[in-house]
């Protein structure tokens, strides 16, 4: 995780992204936006403002954007608003 700045409640742990916001991932897929929120009690990450993800090549490459962007911490259930791009691996 990079940004600009951050504010994390060191009782709480939870975690306030701002500014250029990128997440790499495990699998090389990355999250970009202006602010990233992490709630460890909830297993929640989210974003109220616009998100890009970017897929690697390994996955078939491509972009997904969103209005608002929220997943669990394991990436595994994510939901969007205005989703637009590409989605490796849907199919309609």
Not at 47 to 54: G, P, Q, Y
């Amino acid at each position: 995780l990079t940004s600009r700045r951050g504010h994390l409640n060191q009782r709480t742990q939870k975690l306030i992204a701002q500014g250029n916001v990128i997440l790499v991932l495990g699998d090389g897929r990355h999250i970009e936006t202006e602010e990233l929120n992490y709630d460890p009690e909830t297993h929640r990450i989210w974003s109220d403002v616009l998100t890009r993800i970017r897929y690697p090549a390994s996955q078939g490459g491509g972009v997904t954007t969103s209005g608002t962007f929220s997943t669990d911490d394991k990436f595994q259930n994510m939901t969007g608003t205005d989703m637009r791009g590409r989605i490796p691996g849907l199919k309609l």
